[in-house]
C-alpha cells in the first residue's frame, strides 16, 4: 500500500499542513519537527504524489477579507488595522497573502462575494460582522467554500467560528459601572441584527436585572460621527444617562466628542466605557475603559482552522471557539470617591 502524506503526519505526530511545509522548504519549521519528518520519509521510502501536488498548486494563494462599510468608514478605525495586519503578521511564511476588498452597500457587498466565488480568485474568507440572517454564510455553504467565521454564527449549522464571549465580555464591563455608582447606564450599538452588537446588549441587559429599570439602549450605524450624532441626542435629553457602554472604541470617541461638546465631564458627569482596547484609547483624557478582545489570538486561531480546511485537514470537532477577553479600567469609569 501506498504510504501518503496523512500517513506521514500521523507517524511524526504533526499535521498534514505540517508536512506540507516541510516538503515546500518553509523555514517557519522548527529543525527538530523537520528531521523527524524527514527521517519518517526515508524510513517509509515516501515519495511525494507529483500530479496531486500540482493539483494543489493550482491555487489563488489568496486569503480574502470582505469589510462592508461606507466610503472612508475605516480610515480611521484601528480595530481593522489591528485586524489586517495581525492576519499579514499570521500569513506571514505560509503559502498565502490577504486580500481585502471592501464593500459600500448591501448590494455591492453581495456583488463582491459573487465575484470571488465565481472567479475564484481566493482560496479562503475570513468573515467578519456576522448577521442574524447571513446570506453570505448561507452562499459559502451551499457552494461548499473554505471559510472561517470571526464572530458569533447563531444558528447557521455546521459553521467554524472563533469569537470572545461578548455576552459576558458586555456583562463584565456593565457590573463594573454599576459598582462605580452609575445609575442610568446606556448602551449605544450598531443596527439591530449585527451579532457581535446584539450579545453585547444581550450582556449589558443581564447585568441591570434588579440593578435598573430601564434598559436605555440606543441604535446608530458604524462610525465616530454617527456616534457623536447619536449620543448628541440621547445626551440632551433631561434624564439622560450618567454611563454608557459604547459598541467599539471608535464609537466611543465620538460619544466622547459629543459630551465634550455638551459640556459634560468624563467621567464625573458620563462615564464610557467600549470594546477593542485599541490605541484609540488614549484619545480620550486619562484613557479609555475597553475590553481587550485578544485579536491576535483571534486571527491565529482563525487563520490555522482555514487553512486546515482549505488543505482539507482533520478539523477539531469543537467547530466554535471562544477566546478570552479582559477588561483594561482606565479614567473614562473611575468616578471620584468610587472604589477602584
Known amino acids: 500500500m501506498r504510504v501518503t502524506q496523512r500517513d506521514i503526519a500521523r507517524l511524526a505526530k504533526v499535521s498534514q499542513a505540517t508536512v506540507s511545509r516541510v516538503l515546500s522548504g518553509d523555514s517557519r519549521v522548527e529543525q527538530e519537527i523537520r528531521d523527524r519528518v524527514l527521517r519518517i520519509m526515508e524510513e517509509k521510502n515516501y515519495k511525494p504524489d507529483v500530479r496531486a501536488q500540482a493539483l494543489r498548486s493550482k491555487r489563488a494563494g489568496m486569503i480574502g477579507l470582505v469589510i462592508k462599510r461606507p466610503q472612508g468608514g475605516i480610515s480611521n478605525d484601528p480595530f481593522f488595522a489591528n485586524l489586517i495586519s495581525s492576519i499579514v503578521d499570521e500569513l506571514s511564511g505560509s503559502d498565502f497573502h490577504l486580500c481585502v476588498d471592501s464593500a459600500m452597500s448591501d448590494f455591492s457587498h453581495e456583488a463582491i462575494y459573487d465575484e470571488m466565488l465565481r472567479t475564484r480568485r481566493v482560496d479562503g474568507l475570513i468573515l467578519v460582522e456576522s448577521e442574524a440572517s447571513d446570506e453570505r454564510i448561507i452562499r459559502l455553504q451551499r457552494d461548499h467554500f473554505p471559510f472561517v467565521l470571526i464572530g458569533n454564527p ?79 441626542e440621547f445626551l440632551k435629553q433631561p434624564d439622560r444617562p450618567d454611563a454608557v457602554v459604547v459598541l467599539d472604541d471608535f464609537m466611543a470617541l465620538g460619544v466622547s466628542i459629543a459630551a465634550r461638546e455638551l459640556g459634560l465631564s468624563i467621567p464625573n458627569d458620563l462615564g464610557v466605557a467600549s470594546f477593542n482596547d485599541t490605541t484609540l484609547c488614549e484619545a480620550v483624557g486619562g484613557g479609555l475603559t475597553s475590553v481587550n478582545l485578544n485579536i491576535p489570538a483571534l486571527v491565529k486561531q482563525t487563520v490555522e482552522r482555514l487553512i486546515r480546511i482549505i488543505d482539507e485537514e482533520d478539523i477539531p470537532v469543537n467547530r466554535r471557539l471562544i477566546i478570552p477577553a479582559k477588561l483594561s479600567i482606565r479614567h473614562s469609569t473611575l468616578r471620584e470617591g468610587a472604589k477602584r
Open 154 to 232: 447563531l444558528h447557521a449549522g455546521e459553521v467554524h467560528s472563533v469569537d470572545n464571549d461578548n455576552v459576558l465580555a458586555s456583562e463584565t464591563v456593565t457590573r463594573h459601572l454599576i459598582e462605580q455608582g452609575y445609575k442610568r447606564i446606556a448602551f449605544l450599538g450598531a443596527r439591530t441584527g449585527i451579532t457581535v452588537s446584539d450579545d453585547r446588549i444581550a450582556g449589558y441587559q443581564r447585568a441591570l436585572r434588579g440593578q435598573q429599570a430601564d434598559h436605555l439602549v440606543y441604535h446608530t450605524d458604524f462610525g465616530s460621527e454617527n456616534a457623536r450624532k447619536a449620543a448628541t
